[in-house]
C-alpha cells in the first residue's frame, strides 16, 4: 500500500513539475548538442594493414615452425612501429609541429592471436591528416623493417588511394539520443529538489496530517473573482430639454 501511495505521489510531482522537466530537457540537449557539434573538437579514425610473411604456403612449408616464424616476423614488425626513429621519419616527412611522443599516443597498433595481418590505426581531429599518417607510418616502418632483418615478405594490404577516415566523434544520432536522457532525468532531479523545498500546503489532508486546525474552506474561482460586475445606466428624458437624468 505504502509503496502505490509513493508511485502516486511521484506521478502527481511529474504532473506539477512538468513544465520544469520540459524546460530542463530542452536546455540541457541544446547544451549538449551545441558543445559537442561546435565546442569539442571532432575526431576521425584512419586503419591500414600490414601482411607481415606469406599467407600462400606449401603443405610442407605449413608446419608449426613455419607458423611460429611468421608469428615471431609480426611480433618484431610491431616493435619497430612503436620506435621514436618511425615516429620522427614520419613527422619530418609530413611536416608536423607535434612532438614524435604526442604521435606515437595518436598511433594503436592491433594483431589477432596467431596472425600476421597488423592493423595501424590513427586518430586525428583532421580526416586526411589522420589518413596521410597512417600511410606514413606503414610505408616507413616496412622500409625500416626490411634494412634491419633484410625480410622482403612484408606488404601493405590495402590500398592507399581508396578508403576515408571514419568519424568517431560526435555521432550526431548518439549524441542527440544522449542529451535527451540526459536532460529528462536532469529535469526529474530538479523537479523533484524543488517539491523537497516547496513548503506550501494545497489540500485538507496535508494539513490534518501536520496537526494544523482547519478552520473553513474558500473555493476560489479566479474567473470570477477577475470579472467585474457589469454597471447599467437608465437614461430618462429630462424635465428640461436636452437634459437626461441617470439611475
Known sequence: MNEKVKIKDFIRIL??????????TLCITGFIIFSSMYLMKPTYQYSTQVLAGSLSMDEKEASINKVQENRQLALSYMDIIKSPQIMLGVKEEL???????????????????????????????????????AQTV?????????????V???????????????????????????????????GIGLALLREHFDDS???????????????????????????????????????????????
Open 15 to 24: 504532473k506539477k513539475r512538468i513544465l520544469i522537466i520540459i524546460l530542463s
Open 95 to 133: 611536416n608536423l609541429k607535434t612532438s614524435s611522443y604526442d604521435l606515437l599516443k595518436q598511433v594503436s597498433i592491433t594483431n589477432r592471436d596467431n596472425s600476421q595481418i597488423i592493423t595501424i590505426t590513427v586518430k586525428d581531429s583532421n580526416p586526411e591528416s589522420a589518413k596521410d599518417i
Open 138 to 150: 606503414a610505408r616507413h616502418s616496412i622500409s625500416n623493417f626490411k634494412d634491419i632483418t633484410n
Open 152 to 186: 622482403k615478405q612484408i606488404s601493405i594490404l590495402n590500398d592507399n588511394k581508396m578508403g576515408q577516415a571514419e568519424l568517431l566523434f560526435p555521432k550526431p544520432k548518439f549524441i542527440i539520443a544522449i542529451s535527451i536522457v540526459i536532460g529528462f532525468f536532469a
Open 201 to 247: 500546503t494545497y489540500s485538507d489532508r496535508e494539513l490534518e496530517l501536520l496537526g494544523i486546525p482547519l478552520l473553513g474552506r474558500l473555493d476560489l474561482n479566479a474567473k470570477r473573482i477577475n470579472r467585474k460586475r457589469k454597471t447599467t445606466y437608465k437614461t430618462l428624458p429630462s424635465t428640461k430639454r436636452g437634459e437626461y437624468n441617470e439611475y
